[in-house]
T-cell receptor, first 111, second 114 residues
Framework: RKEVEQDPGPFNVPEGATVAFNCTYS??????FFWYRQDCRKEPKLLMS???SGNEDGRFTAQLNRASQYISLLIRDSKLSDSATYLC????????????FGSGTRLSIRP | EAGVAQSPRYKIIEKRQSVAFWCNPI?????LYWYQQILGQGPKLLIQ????????DSQLPKDRFSAERLKGVDSTLKIQPAKLEDSAVYLC????????????FGPGTRLTVL
């Protein structure tokens, strides 16, 4: 099993819709996770950190399911500006100080 | 607060040539990372420094890639000789510590190898 896996998408949803995507990880000892957002031809930027049960910030909710080893990102009332690639980041098996980026999920919001 | 600086922003070279990238992290950030991001993929860690020491370089192709951070501040990444498959965006990031705190990325250097 890969250390981190994401559905590449693209997810194409209308403005105002709710969309969710998952990221599975293989290191069961992982404690902290992150979602980064990357706009086209730009650098990644931290969107949310995910510890213990989850995190919520406005329209964005991140949840952790330890039993099934995945984290999810839910976006409510999606905006055109939410169009981006969302990168899941998880701790690596091999080193406590190393994190692994997923390949990203592309999201496109249409008017 | 100034962000992570990288130069050049774009570079086009022919295969077998050499190229070097420069990164200046956020002031006070002890941890510095170099990533390679190929189109359609997530960033892949090449090397991680803690101050001027290497923490992880397991995915750095050491036969052609080298990196240094001599004074524990700015860093250079070199490729010699370049191959076609090295075409990618090279991202530098920094963080306060290596234990998973937020990483701040520079704008990247887009390398095209012809």
């Amino acid at each position: 099993r890969k250390e981190v896996e994401q559905d590449p998408g693209p997810f194409n949803v209308p403005e105002g819709a709710t969309v969710a995507f998952n990221c599975t990880y293989s290191n069961s000892a992982s404690q902290s996770f992150f979602w980064y957002r990357q706009d086209c031809r730009k650098e990644p930027k931290l969107l949310m950190s995910v510890y213990s049960s989850g995190n919520e910030d406005g329209r964005f909710t991140a949840q952790l399911n330890r039993a099934s080893q995945y984290i999810s990102l839910l976006i409510r009332d999606s905006k055109l500006s939410d169009s981006a690639t969302y990168l899941c980041v998880v701790p690596s098996y091999s080193s406590a100080s190393k994190i692994i980026f997923g390949s990203g999920t592309r999201l496109s919001i249409r008017p | 607060e100034a962000g992570v600086a990288q130069s050049p922003r774009y570079k086009i070279i022919e295969k077998r040539q050499s190229v070097a990238f420069w990164c200046n992290p956020i002031s006070g950030h002890a941890t510095l990372y170099w990533y390679q991001q190929i189109l359609g993929q997530g960033p892949k860690l090449l090397i991680q420094f803690q101050n001027n020491g290497v923490v992880d370089d397991s995915q750095l192709p050491k036969d052609r890639f080298s990196a240094e951070r001599l004074k524990g501040v700015d860093s250079t990444l070199k490729i010699q000789p370049a191959k076609l498959e090295d075409s990618a965006v090279y991202l530098c990031a920094s963080s306060l510590d290596p234990t998973g705190s937020e990483q701040f990325f520079g704008p990247g250097t887009r390398l095209t190898v012809l």
